[in-house]
């Protein structure tokens, strides 16, 4: 098997002919400590098994790097190992191709795995971008949630509500509204539970977030 290793620190390059060895007992290193090294070695050497490519290398733009190895050899998996332990940029990283994405941080144990897993056709996306997509994909799924479940308030409802992100009180909106604070109470509830929130602030924030005006309102 051979790998190509593209990063500019020679011990860490080093470092990793030990773990690799664990990989495969044929395992064969090509080292680069640039990315236009690492081109030309992907060139000169058609049978390379898989890259292994650090995004941040002086002189050099990782994910530039990243694309022109995906675009010149479109069949060999790269596999990020960088220090960067930002999600967003793990999944930038993703987003361009890469097979994979190791912390530097990462035990030898989990790195020898998620090679493992590329090398069988698999991605490996590490556990901070997996919690933070979650958390992104969970954001997105409340917000449309709450676009939804806001399209079932009445025109009384919306206008309360709209009166409140004004910063309104029960009583100011009942002047307002002419209608009795009960009544005001009631809408308030109802709108609390429709929009998921627990307190005028949450159902504020919606509101702005939703772009809710009252009818008439600019």
């Known amino acids: ?72 050899h479109p069949t060999l998996p790269v596999v990020i190992v960088s220090a960067a ?55 997105a799924q409340r917000r449309m949630r709450r676009r939804e479940r806001a399209g079932t308030l009445t025109t009384r409802q919306i206008e309360v509500l709209s009166l409140m992100a004004r910063g309104l009180t029960n009583r100011e909106i009942c002047g307002v509204l002419s209608i009795a604070e009960g009544t005001v109470k009631t809408h308030v509830a109802a709108i609390f539970e429709t929009l998921e929130v627990t307190n005028r602030t949450e159902a504020a924030v919606v509101a702005r977030e939703l772009g809710l005006k009252a009818p008439g309102e600019e």
């Open 1 to 72: 098997m051979r790998i190509l290793v593209c990063d500019d620190h020679a011990v860490f390059r080093a470092g990793l002919r030990a773990v690799l060895g664990e990989l495969a007992d044929a395992s064969e290193l090509l080292e680069a400590a640039d990315v236009a090294q690492a081109l030309a070695l992907a060139s000169e050497n058609a049978d390379i098994d898989l890259a292994l490519l650090d995004l941040h290398m002086p002189g050099t733009d990782g994910r530039t790097g990243l694309r022109q190895l995906r675009a010149a």
């Open 85 to 139: 332990d930002d999600p967003a940029e793990m999944r930038h990283a993703l987003d361009d191709g890469a097979s994979g994405f190791v912390p530097k941080s990462a035990r030898s144990e989990e790195l020898v795995a998620a090679l493992r897993l590329v090398l069988a056709g698999g991605v490996y996306v590490p556990r901070a971008a997996l919690a933070a997509s979650a958390g992104a994909d969970t954001g």
